[in-house]
């Protein structure tokens, strides 16, 4: 499951304002951090809903450190966010695959040691594999 850096930044008199370097023209905000955070995870499922729905590809998250010198972002707290990629672009379909046993019991004790579903796993493994071949 990806995780894309966030940066808040709380200007007085304001809410706490979030930008997401990765995803230009994402942004979002919150009463307090953990709203703003909150408010951020949606707001990247949506970004990325629209490139999937545009056919465009999905950036992939950089480091923290990529973007924390730049000083536009100076002063500003950093967040990791994770993002379930599997829950994107509409409906599911069941399908029926073959894999090795091993292969298999690999994928589900990281499924489940990362909180996620076999089908969830398989889902953010293809669209990450996807947006990295683009």
Not at 29 to 49: D, F, P, Q, T, V
Not at 60 to 67: F, K, L, T, V
Not at 97 to 119: C, F, N, V, W
Request: with cysteine; glycine share 8%; hydrophobic share 35%.
């Amino acid at each position: 499951m990806p995780r894309y850096p966030i940066v808040i930044h709380k200007d007085k008199n304001s809410d706490y304002g979030v930008t997401v370097p990765d995803l230009p023209g994402c942004f979002s905000a919150g009463k307090s951090y953990e709203e703003a955070i909150e408010n951020s995870i949606e707001a990247i499922e949506c970004h990325l809903e629209g490139l999937l729905l545009d056919g465009e590809p999905i950036p992939q998250p950089q480091s923290i450190a990529e973007y924390a010198r730049n000083r536009i972002y100076k002063g500003g707290l950093w967040f990791l966010v994770p993002i379930d990629l599997s829950k994107l672009s509409g409906s599911s379909k069941r399908v029926n695959i073959t894999l090795p046993e091993k292969l298999l019991h690999q994928m589900d004790q990281y499924a489940k040691k990362h909180g996620q579903s076999r089908s969830g796993l398989i889902a953010n493994a293809a669209i990450e594999y996807i947006t990295r071949s683009h």
